[in-house]
């Protein structure tokens, strides 16, 4: 395992390869209204910028997977193992797997074996390819239902992140007062909720259809939506992205409880 201070460093770089991600993101739809995936956004990032740059985002985002991971496995929260707290270290592992996913898509990238289109095949956004997956498997309409509604679950949750400012307690105290870096983290969370709940929706239908092409990701889910409402979202995703570098700045990774639960967990 690596030490604590590289993990907290490298995921510090994760915070800001997200950042760098939903700006890219949000400023194509916000721009030219051209909907993007996180892999579609880091295609056009390789198409810019080089392996470089894709290299140090898989970088971070692995170490962020990492984090996450842990968050799931050792509570690096604090959140509890009641039903909320439980919830909580279910949506880290989640996204832990998340961004390893994404780590994986970036050193493609990074290594000449992505480009634009990867992980599609015969068109198919990698939502529909998941859903067609999932259908091929015994009760797979099933495990549709309950991923979307697990998303559309933590769609409700980071709306609810959005309007009790909660985000905050996770920041240093010299940033966690300011007003701007709370309505950024608001105008975020709450894009990103309204987009987890579109695409928690599509799989539900997907499930109760059993039609994979009911199923579409983030791409998809802000192509759904026009005019001024898919500009207020898209405005919030650049938001959020940057406010994901003000964590990869100020967001609290290994306070002593933190390092505290980290170091048990290896010695046991």
Do not use: C
């Not at 905050?168 to 105008?187: E, F, K, P």
């Amino acid at each position: 395992m690596p030490s604590l201070p590289s993990l907290e460093m490298f995921t510090r770089v994760g915070f800001a390869a997200r950042g760098l991600m939903y700006v890219v993101i949000g400023y194509l739809a916000l721009r030219f209204g051209q909907t993007e995936s996180g892999e579609g956004a880091l295609a056009t990032l390789a198409e810019g910028s080089g392996k470089l740059l894709l290299g140090i985002m898989a970088l971070g985002f692995a170490a962020y997977g990492v984090w996450r991971l842990s968050e799931a496995l050792v509570d690096t929260e604090g959140n509890g193992s009641d039903a909320k707290g439980s919830a909580a270290r279910i949506g880290g592992g989640l996204s832990g797997l998340i961004h390893l996913g994404l780590a994986i898509v970036a050193a493609n990238f990074a290594f000449g074996s992505g480009g634009s289109g990867a992980g599609q095949s015969g068109g198919q956004s990698g939502a529909e390819q998941g859903a067609a997956t999932a259908l091929a498997l015994p009760g797979g309409p099933l495990l549709l239902l309950v991923a979307g509604a697990a998303l559309i679950g933590t769609g409700l949750w980071q709306l609810a992140k959005a309007a009790k400012a909660d985000f905050l307690r996770h920041l240093d105290g010299r940033v966690a007062g300011q007003a701007w870096v709370m309505w950024l983290g608001r105008a975020g969370y709450a894009a990103r909720g309204i987009v987890f709940v579109i695409i928690g929706w599509s799989l539900l239908q997907a499930g109760l259809s059993d039609s994979a092409a009911q199923a579409g990701g983030m791409e998809q889910a802000l192509g759904s939506l026009s005019g001024t409402l898919l500009a207020g979202v898209a405005l919030g995703l650049l938001l959020f992205g940057l406010f994901s570098f003000v964590e990869a700045r100020y967001r609290r990774i290994n306070d002593p409880n933190v390092a505290a639960r980290l170091k048990g967990a290896v010695r046991a």
